[in-house]
């Protein structure tokens, strides 16, 4: 993504919207440290990906980042949000065999029962699996 690229809210992504570049980027130790010094409720968690429609908590859900999860929870952010191809943090999990953040995202009381085409069948599969453990 560049410096530049469009977010959801009509804003373009810049110094303003810190943690959805480092999450884009991949910065995930400058991201733990940026996310420690911040306030729940802070704007810059929820903002979006325009062309993907990710937010941090998507990205970090799909790369595993089990402890950046948990804060970007802490802050306030929207355990249900959706990506443009209407992927939620449960279906992303599922799709990347996430066991760890599957489990934290049913633990936190997101609905297995979401509706997401292909992306349900491999959720439904993944709990399951997750519940005979």
Not at 2 to 16: P, Q, R
Not at 32 to 51: F, Y
Not at 87 to 99: E, F, N, Q, T, V
Request: hydrophobic share 40%; aromatic share 4%.
């Amino acid at each position: 993504m560049s410096e530049t690229s469009s977010i959801s809210s009509g804003s373009t992504v810049g110094s303003g919207s810190r943690v959805l570049q480092l999450a884009s980027k991949g910065d995930w130790c400058v991201l733990e440290q940026s996310l420690k010094s911040m306030d729940k409720g802070d704007r810059d968690i929820t903002l979006t990906d325009e062309e993907s429609g990710l937010t941090p908590l998507l990205i970090a859900v799909r790369e595993s980042k089990l402890t950046i999860v948990e804060r970007l929870f802490e802050l306030g952010a929207n355990q249900n949000d959706r990506s443009k191809d209407g992927r939620s943090a449960l279906h992303i999990a599922a799709a990347h065999s996430k066991d760890e953040i599957v489990r934290l995202l049913l633990a936190k009381k997101l609905d297995p029962n979401l509706t997401g085409g292909v992306w349900i069948q491999l959720l439904y599969r993944q709990c399951a699996l997750l519940i005979c453990l």
